[in-house]
């Protein structure tokens, strides 16, 4: 069932009660419909929360102040009354996941960061570069398409191989859900981010939960230097490298995701 919190957030929450939820946060090319190929097998074991960070999918309200998206994951959190939970963040929402673990370090278990973005981003890579400038070009042609289409060719397909190696379905859903976000976002050039200071990166070692980073081989050099970043700063942190998947693991490779996610709340007793 969908609902919306009082911070206008959108969220889908279901599977048993009783032990800590697991909460999904989503890419920035995305929206919680990427967490739909492992929704009805995960669901139908564990409690379970996925949400439209605030600008994504269903989440449209503007901010009342600064645009803080770890703040709207904790005020869900309580919403929803629940006390602790396991973060599991994808790109952007890695990120996220982690500044919120840092905010409200008493509401987080552990975290499962998949191929870590946003505010992990150490520094910009030629690579990363060379798709900003993709984007940033077809948005100021207001060509929506275009613009979407970068970030599929760049972050679906990854720099190392060619579109055909990703399913279309994947292809096109990623569009799908990058298009709406520059929709919904469309006027909300005088809207501020708030910049947590220091930045997430420089109090990762503050971090004591258990943290597993998960890193796909044709991923971006940006998000190859965020993982190791991430994985050396963080005490007792650990890596797994997909050799055959790029930045959306999940979405590539669903069930071996599951497994993935399934092995490590058991290795953490949840």
Same mark, same amino acid.
């Given at each position: 069932?969908?609902?919306?919190?009082?911070? @206008?957030? !959108?969220?889908?929450?279901?599977?048993? +009660?009783? &032990?800590?939820?697991? =909460? %999904?946060?989503?890419?920035?090319?995305?929206?919680?419909?990427?967490? &739909?190929? $492992?929704?009805?097998?995960?669901?139908?074991?564990?409690?379970?929360?996925?949400?439209?960070?605030?600008?994504?999918? *269903?989440?449209?309200?503007?901010? +009342?102040?600064? $645009?803080?998206?770890?703040? @709207?994951?904790? @005020?869900?959190?309580?919403? %929803?009354?629940?006390?602790?939970?396991? #973060?599991?963040?994808?790109?952007?929402?890695?990120?996220? !996941?982690?500044?919120?673990? $840092?905010?409200?370090?008493?509401?987080?278990?552990?975290?499962?960061? !998949?191929?870590?973005?946003?505010?992990?981003?150490?520094? /910009?890579?030629?690579? %990363?570069?060379?798709?900003?400038?993709?984007?940033?070009?077809? #948005?100021?042609?207001? @060509?929506?398409?275009?613009?979407?289409? *970068?970030?599929?060719?760049?972050?679906?397909?990854?720099?190392? +191989?060619?579109?055909?190696?990703?399913?279309?379905?994947?292809?096109?859903?990623?569009?799908?859900?990058?298009?709406? *976000?520059?929709?919904?976002?469309?006027d909300w050039d005088d809207v501020a981010e708030a910049e947590p200071e220091?930045?997430?990166?420089?109090?990762?070692? &503050?971090?004591?939960?258990?943290? %597993? =980073?998960?890193?796909?081989?044709?991923d971006l050099l940006a998000i190859h230097d965020a993982a190791r970043r991430?994985?050396?700063?963080?005490?007792?942190?650990?890596? /797994?490298?997909?050799?055959?998947?790029?930045?959306?693991?999940?979405l590539e490779q669903p069930a071996e995701f599951l497994t993935l996610l +399934?092995?490590?709340?058991?290795?953490?007793?949840?």
């Open positions: 069932m969908t609902t919306y919190t009082s911070a @206008d957030i !959108a969220y889908d929450r279901a599977g048993p +009660r009783g &032990e800590p939820p697991v =909460v %999904l946060l989503h890419a920035g090319v995305a929206d919680r419909r990427m967490w &739909e190929p $492992l929704w009805p097998a995960l669901t139908a074991e564990r409690d379970v929360v996925r949400l439209d960070l605030r600008g994504f999918g *269903a989440s449209v309200t503007r901010p +009342r102040g600064a $645009l803080s998206p770890a703040d @709207d994951v904790l @005020d869900t959190l309580a919403e %929803l009354g629940i006390a602790d939970c396991h #973060l599991v963040g994808a790109s952007f929402g890695a990120g996220v !996941a982690v500044e919120a673990a $840092l905010a409200g370090p008493e509401r987080v278990r552990s975290l499962l960061l !998949a191929a870590p973005g946003g505010s992990l981003i150490p520094g /910009v890579t030629p690579d %990363l570069r060379a798709f900003i400038e993709a984007e940033d070009a077809a #948005l100021d042609r207001g @060509d929506l398409d275009a613009a979407a289409e *970068a970030n599929v060719a760049w972050w679906a397909v990854g720099p190392h +191989r060619e579109a055909d190696a990703v399913a279309p379905e994947v292809r096109d859903q990623v569009h799908r859900m990058q298009r709406r *976000a520059f929709e919904v976002t469309a220091p930045p997430a990166l420089d109090r990762l070692a &503050e971090i004591r939960v258990p943290v %597993l =980073v998960l890193l796909g081989a044709l991430v994985a050396a700063d963080i005490p007792g942190a650990r890596r /797994v490298d997909w050799p055959d998947a790029a930045h959306l693991p999940s +399934r092995t490590w709340l058991a290795a953490e007793g949840a």
